[in-house]
């Protein structure tokens, strides 16, 4: 017989860390958390904040998927990591703490979402919270995931603030404060130098709980439906199939990729997608999969005089030797950078109401998002990275096949609106004029791209469309709202219109991109969601009982 628990949660990410411990906290309920990937105890690559270079390349920690042919950019396919791994995303990402706009989240609010506004997400991200220079009306103290100031920034990514003020930009010492627009620098997912994933944060302090069973290793293939209601979930685990019975609830936490995935595995979808794929509607639901946003961006890459910068070049080797032992022994130095060190939040043209595009600054030469390395031995340099904070495009996920094991079929349809694409156009003249001022000119030698030849804004366009990259934010595929004819997936509650006993509580379920990098309001999404899941507890009926007792953490 299939254990029994009262919540089974399938993926252990940002969000389903945070699940696992809020749920099993009091000990009333017993909790299984199922992960595809392996632990995150034996590379030591994920503790080291710069490690995120090499975790891009990680087949083993890292979903390490690719998008469909971008009609829009050149046929392109972009790169689309995802941490597979306890943490999850959490794990392999670049650790800048960014929350997003308010107004973010008044427009959820605005589109039906009771319960989303900021002023009521706000108590969320203040719980989950470690802020290290301490609590205050925006901040929490005392929470599980830690905060911090940043231990090493590069003089380059100093001189881009500085730059960015010679241009007329405000300082913001707090992105997260009373206004995210400005400039400076990065706070970060860290503690005394090293990440602090969600399974830092969470799974640590909850791991050794009686009622908590974390399984590795373990990728859900498909949710048990018994008529309209979710009683377990079906998984693979060292290539055997087994089951885990859900007496309580379902909830998917895999991902803006891999929750719409395992819905439509599971028979929740369009009718015509599953019978595509021969797969029995159990449910219909339109907008599984679709409704995919995420952040595109572009780069103004600058070769420097000065070697000041991050560099593999082998005149750099000795720096990196001492850098290496004041890691290994301080937790200090440039293996504490997470790379996209300072930057901020500025308007592309003065009409805009809030801040529309983001600058990270990174003190390196733009190497493909560290999947081409030639550049970072080739010399020295910085690159600015520019997001538009809110695409009008819309993807999709859907399935390749049947098979449980098939990566999903991605298409985010990037720049099928025009004004993605003149907006980071504008944002290229902004940084290039930052670049210009004199904090940054001394250290100049020659603009690598796009290029001193490409002006106008044909060629800027152009550029954009050849190579802008993804900032691994997905979000929008189990879109919340009220209308599932009109595309929403999960109620403001998180409950899977239609179906008992799921929800869905991850990235997938914003109804809208934030306006900044995703880990922090994927955090908050557990906290909330968790919360909700605990004041809609009915006692369990008789007729549902455990059928075995919970194990103690199992790992693959
Ligand atoms: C390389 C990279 C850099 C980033 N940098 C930043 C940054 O600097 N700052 C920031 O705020 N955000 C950053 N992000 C984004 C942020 O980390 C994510 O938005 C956030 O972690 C998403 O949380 P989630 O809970 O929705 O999903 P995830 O954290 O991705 O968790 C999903 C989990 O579910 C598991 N899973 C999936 N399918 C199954 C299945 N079928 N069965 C079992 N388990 C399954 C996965 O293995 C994974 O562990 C970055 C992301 C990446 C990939």
């Known amino acids: 017989m299939a254990e029994s628990y009262d919540f089974v949660i399938v993926g252990a990410g940002s969000a389903g860390c945070v699940l696992a411990n809020r749920l099993s906290a009091d000990g009333r309920y017993r909790v299984c958390v199922l992960e595809a990937g392996p632990g995150d105890k034996h590379n030591p690559f994920i503790r080291m904040p710069v490690g995120v270079a090499s975790l891009l390349r990680s087949r083993r920690y890292n979903w390490s998927y690719w998008s ?3 009609p829009n950019l ?10 597979k791994t306890l943490g999850g995303s959490s794990s392999i990402n670049g650790t800048t703490y960014i929350r997003g706009h308010a107004q973010d989240y008044d427009e959820w609010s ?6 989303w506004s900021w002023d009521e997400v706000l108590l969320y991200f203040r719980q989950s919270e470690n802020f290290e220079p301490g609590a205050n009306a925006f901040h929490g103290a005392g929470g599980p995931l830690n905060v911090a100031d940043r231990r090493y920034t590069n003089p380059l990514s100093r001189a881009f603030v500085d730059a960015a003020m010679q241009a007329g930009h405000a300082h913001n010492p707090d992105f997260n404060g009373a206004g995210q627009e400005g400039v400076g620098v990065y706070r970060v997912f860290q503690k005394r130098g090293r990440r602090h994933s969600n399974a830092d944060a969470y799974l640590r302090s909850a791991e050794r709980r009686p009622n908590l069973s974390i399984l590795t290793g373990a990728q859900a293939t498909r949710i048990l439906f018994e008529g309209k209601r979710a009683v377990g979930v079906r998984y693979r685990r060292g290539g055997q199939e087994r089951e885990v019975r859900a007496v309580r609830e379902v909830i998917l936490a895999g991902g803006a990729y891999n929750s719409p995935q395992l819905l439509l595995l599971s028979g929740v979808g369009s009718g015509r997608e599953l019978g595509r794929h021969g797969i029995r509607v159990v449910h219909e639901l339109p907008g599984v999969g679709q409704n995919l946003q995420d952040h595109l961006d572009a780069f103004v890459v600058m070769r420097t005089r000065s070697h000041a910068s991050l560099s593999f070049h082998p005149t750099n080797w000795p720096r990196m030797i001492v850098a290496f032992f004041k890691y290994l022994f301080a937790r200090r130095g440039e293996l504490t950078s997470n790379l996209g060190e300072s930057g901020g939040f500025i308007r592309s043209r003065a009409e805009e109401p809030i801040p529309d595009l983001q600058l990270h600054c990174l003190p390196i030469l733009n190497s493909s998002h560290g999947l081409d390395l030639s550049p970072v031995f080739s010399g020295y340099g910085y690159s600015v990275m520019i997001y538009d904070l809110r695409p009008l ?7 390749r096949s049947a098979d449980p094991l098939a990566p999903p079929l991605i298409d985010p349809n990037f720049a099928a609106h025009e004004r993605d694409v003149e907006r980071l156009v504008r944002g290229i003249g902004l940084v290039r004029d930052i670049v210009g001022r004199p904090a940054l000119a001394v250290h100049n030698l020659e603009e690598v791209a796009p290029g001193p030849n490409l002006r106008s804004e044909v060629e800027l366009a152009d550029y954009v469309r050849r190579t802008a990259e993804v900032a691994y934010h997905p979000v929008g595929t189990c879109r919340m709202g009220t209308d599932p004819s009109a595309g929403s997936v999960v109620d403001p ?5 239609g179906l008992q006993g799921l929800r869905v509580v991850d990235c997938s379920i914003m109804p809208t991109l934030i306006g900044g990098n995703t880990n922090a309001a994927a955090t908050m999404i557990g906290e909330k969601g968790a919360a909700m899941i605990l004041q809609d507890q009915q006692p369990a009926t008789a007729g549902r009982e455990h059928a075995e007792q919970p194990r103690q953490e199992e790992t693959a």
């Open 68 to 70: 469909e042919a971008q």
């Open 393 to 399: 495009s819309r993807g999709s996920v859907g399935l």
């Open 110 to 115: 605005a589109l039906g979402c009771e319960g």
């Open 74 to 83: 050149r046929q392109r396919s972009l790169f689309l990591p995802r941490g």
């Open 493 to 497: 509650r998180l409950r899977v219109h």
